[in-house]
């Protein structure tokens, strides 16, 4: 006799999605070498053969992470506002709605193999194109990549090493005080 129990079944795009959200968390928290697919899996509730199913390496969904919230950033937000939605992103907790946690992932597994290193590596290279492009200077390239080094280094100090006063600091403030300095080097910042 076959006992009846409910089917349970998972929406692909939910699914997908679950993987995700579990994944950026984990890699967020531990950093890529030290999160496994075992773990990913859990944390969204699902076999981790989904994992393999809809990502085909636990690369593969890395790199899906760090695109997400990055490229869609990219794509959403007009060039001159770029810096500060990614500013305000970082600065929100992870579980925020706005919180975006593609920087401290990329903090976090800095380093990792190579596939990693240039999902991370690509992602920067295209925020540093597109910030380039806010100032006329001859040296927009340098000026942008600046930036960004600086954006890196706020959230290595504030949400990695979590060193005081920037660690506990409002964010508001920090956000105010790190545009109107990136203004010196970009001027078309909004």
């Known amino acids: 006799m076959t006992e009846d129990r409910p089917v349970r079944r ?5 699914t997908r ?7 950026a ?12 697919v075992r773990a990913i ?4 509730g699902v076999n981790q053969a989904l994992l393999f199913r809809y990502f ?6 890395f790199g899906e992470v760090m695109a997400h919230d990055g490229r869609r950033r990219l794509r959403d937000t007009p060039p001159e506002r770029l810096l500060e939605s990614a500013l ?3 600065l929100a907790p992870g579980d925020a709605p706005h919180g975006d946690r593609s920087l401290e992932v990329f903090l976090r597994s800095a380093g990792g193999d190579d596939e990693v290193a240039d999902a991370s590596r690509r992602l920067g290279e295209e925020y540093a194109r597109t910030l380039a492009h806010l100032t006329g200077e001859e040296d927009a390239e340098l000026r942008a990549a600046l930036v960004l080094a600086w954006l890196l ?3 290595l100090t504030r949400l990695v090493v979590r060193q005081e006063p920037l660690a506990g600091a409002d964010p508001e403030r ?3 005080l790190m545009l109107d300095a990136s203004r010196t080097l970009l001027e078309g910042l909004a």
């Not at 968390?25 to 496994?36: I, K, N, S, V």
């Open 10 to 14: 998972r929406h692909a795009d939910t």
């Open 17 to 23: 999605q679950a993987l995700i959200d579990a994944a």
């Open 25 to 36: 968390g984990l890699f967020a928290e531990r950093g890529y070498d030290r999160t496994t």
């Open 41 to 44: 899996a859990d944390r969204a």
């Open 56 to 61: 085909g390496s636990k690369t593969a969904l």
């Open 88 to 90: 305000r992103g970082m």
């Open 153 to 155: 280094g706020i959230g």
């Open 174 to 176: 920090v956000c105010r």
